[in-house]
């Protein structure tokens, strides 16, 4: 198995959204992207993981293992 560098991962992403024009369509793509994830465990749906600047509710838990970040999924509360 090969592990992308971060500046891979980055310019991956940045190469699939530069695909859209429209910022509402780049809106669409994570909201798409998001209702493909599992939902996020009820043990992370807490107080401290809400993202505050989001009405939705959604929140998110970040872990940092091995030095590299990972981001569970966001999740409406």
Known sequence: ??????NE???EVIE???AFDD?????????DLGNEL???SEKYKV???????????CGCNATLLTG???L????TH
Do not use: R
């Open 1 to 6: 198995m090969t592990t992308k560098s971060i």
């Open 9 to 11: 991962l980055q310019e």
């Open 16 to 18: 699939e959204f530069s």
């Open 23 to 31: 910022w509402m369509d780049k809106y669409q793509m994570l909201i």
């Open 38 to 40: 599992s939902p996020l």
């Open 47 to 57: 107080e401290n993981n809400l993202i505050e600047a989001v009405k939705a509710g």
């Open 68 to 70: 590299y970040l990972f």
């Open 72 to 75: 569970l999924q966001t999740a």
